[in-house]
């Protein structure tokens, strides 16, 4: 199926069709800003149709042997990695993202996750426990109901499947709202369920905006558990509409990431990883590290060899394979990246690198919104650009010179999603690890996932976890059944 000038329908009791009110809104290539699809702009009578079709599919699906859910998410995986090709063309075109990386990363990512979840499910186990001699406990694992899943834009497919895998795989049916800016991907697993075999009204999926959709779903009364995944102001909304209601709500939010790289560590590791942490996907990755910190007798020769490594990254059409800085996903988020860079100039700030728009790519590019590394020194910790959230390939470089000095600059956030340290001293790493408020830890490395680990922030970056344990937790109700002597 060609991409283009494709108008996207909602997926709604196994069926691809129509808004109710017929509305649609433009769907822009990032990389040319220019519409090259429509999506529907649902609203509140879709959700009641999802939830009417997700409520009649859950008595059938909680109740299939955890094999046959299994093989049909397995299925799924197969043939997410089938259409590999078309699902990260699809993803570029609509995320602005460089194609080799949803080719590696995104869409592989997303097979994963249903694989991970499709054979988790057949090795759960349930506690017992002998109270006393006069009664017998035990503990029964239950599918919550219908779900709400909610994803934002930065890794579509990847994150969406994050959640609609273990809310399926533990026999919940699902209502998702993939983000109104990056819905393709979203559409095309819609075609790739039917084919495996997914009954009807098992997932739907509505498209639309935050505001209509979103918010639809959040304060549906029959949905009764979300999984949400975006920014800390709309996280917070969502807490919002659903703590009257007693929901359970996983909330996966922002984050202003700390990157520490003692003198010890191996630098031409760190810079590599650096690098990546700090740029990937345009700094449009909730794991970015923006806030790098480097001990001072390192700080010099860092600084230049990280500026002449991130000057020779590739800025270009995504669609091209050797690009490895693709588009910013919006006009609206590139006129945030600069005034962040704006910000940056006035609050002191040096531009070490970029700062302004890179050239044109080509000629198709023209209008799109591109924006280039930059790398800012000399700012003062503390100033809003250290601090607030940009979501854009933007970092800042900090000097430091004492362990207690740094681990507190990492902590001064509200932020609490992730950090890397790099250091050659293993002490040191448990140490300084420990110490970091942050869901996760990465040392010497960045974004290795492993899907048993739990995932998620602390702080403003979110309440809840994903990954293995947590998310099969999260997605079921944990019944204790006590029977006496
Ligand atoms: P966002 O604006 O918060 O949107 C996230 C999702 O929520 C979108 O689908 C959005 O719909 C929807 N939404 C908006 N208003 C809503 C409401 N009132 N009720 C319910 N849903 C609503 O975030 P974004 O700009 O898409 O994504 C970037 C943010 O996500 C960054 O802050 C990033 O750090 C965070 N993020 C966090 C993680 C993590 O794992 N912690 C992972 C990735 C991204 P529309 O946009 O379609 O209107």
Not at 98 to 127: C, K, M, W
Not at 252 to 280: C, H, M, T, W, Y
Not at 302 to 322: E, H, I, M, Y
Request: hydrophobic fraction near 40%.
């Amino acid at each position: 199926m060609p991409t283009e000038q494709i108008q996207i329908r909602n997926f709604i009791d196994g069926q691809l069709i129509e808004p109710v009110g017929r509305q649609y809104l433009d769907n822009i290539e990032p990389a040319t800003g220019k519409p090259y699809s429509q999506v529907p702009d649902s609203d509140s009578r879709d959700v009641e149709l999802a939830v009417a079709a997700a409520v009649e599919a859950f008595r059938d699906w909680s109740h299939q042997p955890a094999m046959d859910r299994s093989r049909i998410l397995l299925r799924i995986a197969d043939l997410i990695e089938r259409d590999l090709e078309k699902l990260a063309r699809a993803e570029s075109i609509d995320n602005g993202k460089p194609l080799s990386l949803a080719r590696g990363l995104d869409i592989p990512r997303a097979a994963s996750n249903f694989r991970f979840f499709a054979t988790a499910i057949l090795h759960t186990e349930n506690e017992a426990h002998v109270t006393d001699g006069i009664a017998f406990n035990y503990t029964l694992r239950q599918p919550r109901g219908v779900v709400g899943l909610i994803s934002p834009w930065n890794l579509p497919l990847y994150l969406l499947t994050w959640k609609i895998a273990p809310a399926l795989a533990c026999g919940n049916t699902a209502i998702a709202k993939p983000s109104e800016l990056t819905p393709m991907t979203a559409f095309l697993l819609c075609d790739i369920c039917r084919e495996a075999g997914l009954p009807k009204g098992v997932l739907n999926v509505v498209h639309g905006t935050g505001p209509n959709v979103g918010q639809a779903i959040t304060a549906h009364p029959r949905i009764e558990t979300i999984s949400f995944t975006g920014g800390t102001v709309t996280g917070r909304k969502v807490a919002e509409t659903c703590a009257p209601m007693f929901k359970k709500v996983s909330l996966e939010l922002g984050g202003k990431n700390p990157n520490i790289v003692f003198a010890d560590a191996d630098q031409e590791a760190a810079i590599a990883g650096s690098l990546r942490s700090s740029f990937a996907n345009q700094g449009q990755v909730c794991l970015c590290g923006s806030r790098v910190f480097v001990e001072r007798s390192a700080y010099p020769e860092f600084v230049d060899r990280f500026v002449q490594a991130a000057s020779k990254l590739k800025v270009g059409d995504p669609l091209d394979t050797t690009t490895e800085q693709g588009a910013i996903v919006s006009k609206t988020q590139l006129e945030k990246v600069k005034f962040y860079v704006d910000l940056a100039r006035a609050e002191g700030g040096k531009i070490a690198l970029g700062g302004a728009a890179p050239e044109v790519p080509n000629e198709r590019c023209r209008d799109g919104y591109f924006f280039p590394p930059t790398v800012i020194t000399d700012l003062p910790v503390s100033c809003r650009v250290n601090r607030e959230e940009i979501f854009g390939p933007v970092v800042s470089i900090t000097p430091f010179d004492s362990e207690e000095e740094v681990i507190g600059y990492a902590n001064d956030n509200d932020y609490g999603l992730a950090s890397s340290v790099w250091t050659q001293n293993l002490n040191r790493a448990h140490r300084v690890a420990e110490q970091i408020h942050t869901g996760t830890v990465w040392v010497n490395c960045w974004l290795i996932r492993d899907l048993r680990v739990p995932f998620g922030g602390m702080k403003q970056s979110g309440v809840g976890r994903e990954g293995g344990n947590e998310a099969l937790a999260f997605f079921t109700e944990p019944k204790n059944v006590c029977i006496a002597k």
